[in-house]
């Protein structure tokens, strides 16, 4: 079996040579061994399975290459836990991704976004596996470094596994990510590895004044991406995207989960139009950062097909409302079929925030810009035309 120095060592070259690892961070990767944090079982979703209960396990004792390779693969995330550590299929499998390795090329890029010097304090909100942590350890030192999570099984084998590797000294609290830790703040930086909708206020009020606070941010529609948002002397932050990622929504904040088999009802009673909108409008992300914005809890999901072909459908869903739609992309066609049922007329919806995006110029996602106050988030756009 491959020894995973060499796993490790390829993972940090390839990191290095995309220009994603930035040099003051390599030490920091090479010297932590990601293995060591990845727990016995993980998940992999399996198209085969025509249920919800698609997430197979996979268990390091069964085939141990094919996880050590999965455990240093660069962009690669790995699921760690499925249905909030209760699977609810049949022989472990899942239906609800609800804790993840990050991929290592994401976990660079954050920490680069972090802008650290060995000199200051980081509270993380959402410990994971520990990985991460262990990183941030290791350039700081670990007494500067606070972890939280929620979940105190999770919490519970991250402490552990920092113990082991020799990161005892980081302060890992098991608790509601939401509230931060006041006992140890205030912080020169909050790095959140799981995404709210709306930033908890504490976050920017345990944060000291110039200091950044760097977050997903998710939406009900997929569409979110990666906040870096700096505080003020007034105790308020500002900031906008600046990098497209997808992580674990923040648990207090997380939607209802909603699939086709459960949201989507009376296919033959559906109405039937077109539109000549390309659907790619309602994937891409810059458009659909403005859509999650102007059409709330609705939730897209995008099916290829299995076909070699290039079509696709796209879906939307309220389950609130018991309101779904989908349109259908086939390569030559000039204008696409669309299906929607309920007291929402979902793509009608979709469609109109598409068409405003478009009249104010097609603004890009870091044209937003967020504003975190002690009352509330304000998301304004920035040159709007519109």
């Not at 520990?130 to 500067?144: F, P, T």
Request: proline letters at 8%.
């Amino acid at each position: 079996m491959t020894e995973p120095a060499h796993y490790l060592r390829r993972m940090v070259d390839e990191l290095s040579s995309s220009g994603e690892l930035t040099p003051e961070w390599r030490e920091s990767f090479l010297s932590v061994p990601r293995h060591m944090f990845i727990p016995e079982i993980v998940w992999y979703q399996d198209l085969t399975i025509k249920d919800d209960n698609d997430l197979v396990p996979l268990r390091r004792a069964e085939d141990p290459e094919t996880w050590l390779e999965l455990a240093y693969a660069p962009r690669k995330a790995l699921v760690t836990q499925v249905d909030d550590g209760c699977p609810v299929g049949p022989g472990l499998r899942g239906c609800t991704i609800t804790s993840s390795a990050s991929q290592p090329t994401v976990v660079a890029r954050m920490l680069a976004a972090l802008n650290l010097t060995p000199e200051m304090t980081v509270c993380e909100i959402g410990t994971g596996t520990g990985y991460n942590a262990a990183l941030l350890a290791h350039y700081l030192g670990a007494h500067s470094v606070t972890t939280i999570e929620l979940d105190p099984q999770i919490a519970a084998y991250a402490r552990q596994t920092l113990a082991h590797v020799g990161y005892d000294g980081v302060t890992t609290v098991t608790g509601n990510g939401s509230h931060g830790y006041p006992s140890r703040a205030p912080y020169d930086r909050l790095l959140a590895t799981c995404a709210p909708c709306r930033v908890p206020y504490p976050w920017v009020a345990q944060t000291r004044p110039g200091g950044q606070v760097v977050t997903p941010w998710e939406t009900p529609y997929g569409a979110g991406g990666l906040l870096s948002l700096t505080v003020s002397d007034d105790g308020t932050a500002t900031g906008t995207i600046i990098d497209n990622v997808a992580f674990m929504w923040l648990r207090d904040q997380r939607p209802p989960r909603a699939s086709l088999c459960e949201s989507v009802y009376n296919r033959d009673q559906a109405s039937v139009t077109y539109t000549d909108l390309h659907p790619a409008y309602a994937t891409n992300f810059d458009p659909a950062v403005a859509i999650a914005l102007r059409v709330p809890h609705c939730r897209m999901i995008c099916y290829s097909a299995i076909d070699d072909s290039e079509a696709f459908t796209v879906w939307f869903l309220d389950p609130s409302s018991r309101s779904w739609a989908k349109i259908d992309y086939e390569s030559d066609a000039d204008h696409y079929h669309v299906n929607q049922l309920g007291p929402r007329r979902l793509w009608d919806e979709v469609e109109a925030a598409c068409r405003w995006w478009l009249q104010a110029g097609s603004p890009k996602a870091e044209q937003w810009t967020f504003t975190i106050t002690p009352e509330g988030q304000r998301v304004n756009l920035v040159s709007c035309r519109s």
